[in-house]
């Protein structure tokens, strides 16, 4: 705490605590008896507002090394100080041995949300490699010597903005397992190129305050943008890591296709979004075979041994981040089927026919008329509190029901018992108390407006 407190400025405790939770990325080094914790984000995202715009931030961000009995901390490596751009450190963290610098080192791997691709000692956590597999406009490069990121300082919109920064936060690379090959010495994952408009709020950062309707929790501390970004591109990679290059790739379509399993059978498995789970070879990034699911897949691919038959298991269901979704694949909340598949050589299971591919049924209220004004008080609500489910735009991704096409939101008492009352708690729907009759009421008229505008340029 003392070495991280040096780091903070400002009154970053008034957001919400600043910020860095341990929420995915956790590794067990049984070579060094150490666990390795990826570590969030700030919050609020703009530095200017979170921390005065000073210090490093320990430990957001970073990679700390404990003692697995003790707790006793080890070392930490920053990937992004003083992070601006929501880049989290909790993306998987792979341990292996590489032959770098003439002498086999204890490594530790990580592709980031940032864009860049790590290889860090993990005897001594010292930085030894870095070298971005996507678009990363944020930074020049990471310092050889030092470790650190010289940053673009075109990429700084604490006080300004609006401004167009690669990766965004969808990232580089999210939380989609990565696997390594010992045999190939490549690492997999998939990858995508997509920017994000960063802009600070008006005002001064140090008289900043969460609004009520803002982003989730604390606020980001960034303001809407008109401005255009660019369409996104994917791919499954395959990574040297000494090399530090690109060894081979793919396209995948939209951006948040599933984790990878790699093999000694030099093979490489990955589920996608299109509901496509595949064997890729490992060496060359051919496409071997390929299994329609009958539903989109994010989850890891697992492999292992019962009796002397190899097994192959994946979970299938979609969620997309925000209602980031390939339109050609939708995957609805209701419908989509989620299954636990199971693979082996030579069986013979066969899944039942495919339902007709989804097509939203968007609710058209006769009669109604929308407010804008009222519809803009809905949209802001929703951006805030809504969309990180229910889809950016109202475009649901899987991850919980099109309200376009759901009848609740004729029926404002019907409305208001879900979101006030929590009448679907219980299956999963969460209860916002402080939302106001005014606040409801936009939201339905925002919800009307959405689905009339989704009809017509469907």
Not at 353 to 362: I, L, Q, S, T, V
Request: contains cysteine; negative net charge.
């Amino acid at each position: 705490m003392e070495l991280a407190a040096k780091t903070w400025n400002g009154e970053w405790w008034r957001f919400g605590g600043g910020g860095g939770a341990a929420w995915n990325a956790m590794t067990y080094d049984p070579e060094f008896n150490r666990l390795y914790i990826g570590v969030g984000q700030g919050t609020p995202w703009n530095e200017a507002i979170r921390t005065a715009g000073r210090g490093d931030n320990l430990f957001l961000c970073s990679i700390v090394a404990v003692d697995a009995d003790s707790g006793r901390y080890a070392w930490h490596y920053q990937l992004t100080p003083g992070d601006m751009w929501d880049y989290d450190a909790t993306e998987d963290i792979e341990l292996t041995s590489l032959m770098i610098g003439g002498r086999q080192r204890p490594v530790l791997l990580s592709a980031s949300k940032n864009g860049y691709f790590y290889v860090i000692d993990r005897e001594t956590g010292r930085f030894l490699a870095a070298r971005n597999f996507v678009r990363a406009t944020w930074a020049d490069h990471i310092d050889p010597h030092t470790g650190r990121p010289v940053e673009n300082p075109a990429a700084d919109y604490s006080s300004g903005g609006p401004t167009l920064v690669f990766p965004g936060p969808v990232g580089g690379h999210a939380t989609q397992a990565m696997s390594f090959s010992p045999i190939t010495r490549l690492a997999y994952f998939p990858a995508t190129d997509l920017g994000f408009i960063y802009a600070a709020p008006t005002g001064d950062p140090a008289r900043w305050e969460p609004k009520p309707g803002m982003q989730i929790n604390a606020g980001i501390g960034v303001r809407p943008s008109q401005l255009v970004v660019p369409p996104a591109q994917s791919r499954l990679v395959g990574w040297d890591p000494i090399r530090q290059e690109q060894a081979w790739s793919v396209p995948l379509q939209g951006i948040s296709n599933g984790g990878t399993a790699a093999t000694a059978g030099n093979l490489v498995f990955q589920g996608q979004l299109t509901g496509e789970f595949t064997a890729y070879a490992a060496d060359s990034g051919r496409k071997l075979w390929s299994f329609d699911a009958q539903a989109g897949m994010q989850g890891q691919p697992i492999t292992y041994l019962a009796g002397s038959t190899q097994y192959v298991t994946v979970i299938t269901g979609y969620r997309a981040v925000g209602g980031f979704n390939d339109p050609s694949h939708v995957w609805d909340y209701n419908q989509q089927q989620r299954r636990v598949l199971t693979f082996a050589l030579d069986a013979q299971g066969r899944l039942p026919p495919p339902p007709a591919p989804y097509k939203p049924d968007f609710v058209i209220e006769d009669g109604f008329t929308i407010d804008p004004v009222k519809a803009a008080v809905g949209a802001a609500v929703v951006g805030g509190h809504c969309a990180i489910c229910h889809g950016g735009g109202l475009e649901a991704g899987g991850g919980a029901p099109d309200l376009r096409a759901s009848t609740i939101p004729l029926s404002i008492q019907a409305l208001s018992a879900v979101l006030h009352d929590g009448v679907l708690v219980s299956s999963g729907m969460p209860r916002f108390e402080e939302l106001t009759p005014e606040q409801i009421e936009g939201i339905r008229h925002y919800i009307r407006q959405r689905a009339r505008e989704s009809a017509v340029s469907r």
